[in-house]
């Protein structure tokens, strides 16, 4: 009972809801406040141990590296440039030498062979006449081949075409009684130039049709270059190397006259060379270089002149009063490949090799070469190391023959 009574003097407890949800609320936050600040206390520490992680390791880069650049410092130190080639190499390299100088050597003592140079394995004859073969022109593919001589004819051969009884494919007599003195294929093959004993040249195609004939001047005209054409017989004639229409001729009234295919009536130029005096002087050969500058031409008075192309043709570029004996026929004159020599054969029985770049003196000269016609030509070889010429028959050699230099 005692109990009883004293559990009635207790009064029931009170509680505040509102009360109690603020502090549960307010523990909340301390709670969460508390595990933020742990976290960011983690994160600085993961961060500062990263730092100490990446120093540590770039520290101990760089002393890789300083210890490298030390070793390589200590190599200088101990080689400076490339390393001393060994006792074999030097050896192998002393040896190449020698023998490299034995072979110069080896190729200076082998003399020149003209036998292996030449195609001489094979050869057929071609009968052109019975008399005197005066000119000869090869086409620049070397397929086809034209003659002509001192009976008035020019034969057309074509090597493809041609069957065992070696016959020409054609026979024209383009100047009638007149002797062939000149024959000359085009740069392109396309035309042939025929200088005959007449005034007047003729142009055919390579199937012997004619495309021009220059015209005859008027002979009672003491101005030459007033007339239109040549005035006396015709003595050389040369294609243009680069332009393939114009062409020249020379001839005994003194005059070198350049023509167009293209402008028949009359001449593109005149040139007019002078002796020393400052008189006419007759031309029996004439060229042009292989690059088509200059215009040579060997008079009778025994000179060699020299026009230049790009210029009017008043004035001697180049000249050499006494290349020849006097009133002998220089009878060609040929450039050579590189432009820088040429070579005269002259009616003295000499052949010159001349320098463009100093004309006061030959720089060759080989004597005793008889010469008989003034048709007798020279060429170069394509590598300019050879120069043949013809000879002709005497009473000690009854042959005629090539000369090679």
């Not at 593919?141 to 070696?166: C, E, H, I, Q, T």
């Not at 009359?266 to 007019?272: D, E, G, P, S, W």
């Amino acid at each position: 009972m005692a109990e009883q009574l004293a559990n009635k003097d207790k009064k029931a407890r009170v509680f505040d809801l509102d009360e109690m949800l603020y502090e549960a609320r307010k523990s909340a936050a301390k709670v969460e406040y508390c595990e933020e600040i742990k976290n960011d206390v983690a994160e600085e520490n993961n961060s500062e141990n990263n730092v100490v992680g990446l120093s540590a390791s770039f520290l101990q880069l760089k002393s890789k590296e300083e210890r490298e650049q030390d070793n390589d410092d200590d190599d200088d130190d101990e080689l400076i440039g490339p390393a001393p080639p060994s006792e074999n190499k030097m050896a192998s390299e002393e040896k190449e030498k020698e023998a490299e100088n034995e072979e110069e050597e080896s190729d200076e003592d082998v003399e020149f062979n003209i036998h292996n140079t030449l195609p001489l394995s094979s050869n057929v004859t071609l009968q052109h006449g019975n008399k005197i073969v005066s000119g000869l022109a090869l086409d620049s593919s070397g397929a086809r081949l034209v003659s002509g001589g001192y009976d008035y004819d020019v034969k057309f051969w074509d090597f493809a075409g041609m069957n065992s009884s070696l016959h020409s494919f054609r026979t024209i007599r383009p100047c009638e009684c007149h002797p062939i003195r000149d024959l000359k294929y085009s740069a392109t093959g396309e035309n042939i130039l025929i200088v005959a004993g007449n005034a007047q040249a003729k142009v055919v195609d390579r199937d012997a049709h004619e495309i021009m004939e220059c015209p005859k001047g008027d002979q009672y005209i003491v101005d030459m270059s007033s007339t239109k054409g040549h005035t006396a017989m015709l003595n050389c004639g040369s294609w243009h190397p680069k332009k393939r229409e114009e062409f020249m001729t020379c001839s005994n009234d003194g005059t070198v006259r350049l023509w167009d295919i293209n402008q028949p009536k009359k001449h593109k130029n005149v040139i007019k060379p002078k002796s020393i005096q400052g008189r006419r002087s007759i031309p029996t050969s004439c060229a042009y270089s292989r690059d088509g500058r200059w215009v040579a031409a060997a008079c009778q008075d025994g000179s060699v002149q020299i026009w230049d192309h790009e210029k009017m043709f008043v004035n001697v570029a180049m000249k050499n009063m006494k290349a020849h004996v006097n009133g002998t026929d220089t009878s060609c004159v040929c450039f050579s490949y590189d432009n820088l020599q040429f070579a005269t054969r002259g009616g003295d029985d000499t052949l010159k090799l001349w320098d463009v770049r100093n004309l006061s003196k030959s720089v060759h000269v080989k004597e005793n070469l008889s010469n008989l016609f003034p048709m007798t030509d020279c060429f170069f070889s394509p590598d300019d190391k050879l120069i043949v010429t013809g000879i002709s028959a005497t009473k000690d050699h009854k042959k005629g023959k090539l000369a090679f230099f």
